[in-house]
T-cell receptor, first 114, second 110 residues
Framework: EAQVTQNPRYLITVTGKKLTVTCSQNMNHEYMSWYRQDPGLGLRQIYYSMNVEVTDKGDVPEGYKVSRKEKRNFPLILESPSPNQTSLYFC?????????????FGQGTRLTVV | QKEVEQDPGPLSVPEGAIVSLNCTYSNSAFQYFMWYRQYSRKGPELLMYTYSSGNKEDGRFTAQVDKSSKYISLFIRDSQPSDSATYLCACCSGNTPLVFGKGTRLSVIA
């Protein structure tokens, strides 16, 4: 089954404690991205990657890191989480440079930073 | 001005009503237009996909693009309680990341 898998689904952590949210896709997509979704603000892109070892900042990259060492994985790293990073996070993947640019989303990770 | 503007609602309609959801965009290079549906506590899923101007119909859903006015619409006929969700429009130009609207929250009341 084609899917994007995020883990964990729910996470409560304390300020300053480094965490990683994993994302994996099995569709051989070149393009992967991370979004956060907040009430009234919609989906905002954090980082994206057009292929292995190619990453770039989205609209709200501050406080986040990513890496793309393998095509299928795109982890999101919060080195020192703060309460304003409490949000619902989505990973998405799609083909790149083709007319079919349907993005497939993971199930979401609800992060609470206290 | 954001590249894609969408009224966040919420929108509440009775079962059986015709629903009209709308977005405007500012980037003339956009050629691909999509509607995603997001149920509560789930990730968005592609609902409709159109290229350039015109209409596309799929069952009770019709997507409409008017590139001259940079306006995209999603119509839902005979709306059902199961249509209750957040609907997000998205646009791109083929070699650019998708740009999403904020989403419109729809409730269909039985």
């Amino acid at each position: 089954e084609a899917q994007v898998t995020q883990n964990p689904r729910y996470l409560i952590t304390v300020t300053g404690k480094k965490l990683t949210v994993t994302c994996s896709q099995n569709m051989n997509h070149e393009y992967m991205s991370w979004y956060r979704q907040d009430p009234g603000l919609g989906l905002r892109q954090i980082y994206y990657s057009m292929n292995v070892e190619v990453t770039d900042k989205g609209d709200v990259p501050e406080g986040y890191k990513v890496s793309r060492k393998e095509k299928r994985n795109f982890p999101l790293i919060l080195e020192s989480p703060s309460p304003n990073q409490t949000s619902l996070y989505f990973c998405a993947s799609s083909f790149w440079g083709q007319t079919n640019t349907e993005a497939f989303f993971g199930q979401g990770t609800r992060l609470t930073v206290v | 001005q954001k590249e894609v503007e969408q009224d966040p609602g919420p929108l509440s309609v009775p079962e059986g009503a015709i629903v009209s959801l709308n977005c405007t965009y500012s980037n003339s290079a956009f050629q691909y237009f999509m509607w995603y549906r997001q149920y509560s506590r789930k990730g968005p899923e592609l609902l409709m996909y159109t290229y350039s101007s015109g209409n596309k119909e799929d069952g009770r859903f019709t997507a409409q693009v008017d590139k001259s006015s940079k306006y995209i619409s999603l119509f839902i006929r005979d709306s059902q309680p199961s249509d209750s969700a957040t609907y997000l429009c998205a646009c791109c130009s083929g070699n650019t990341p998708l740009v999403f609207g904020k989403g419109t929250r729809l409730s269909v009341i039985a």
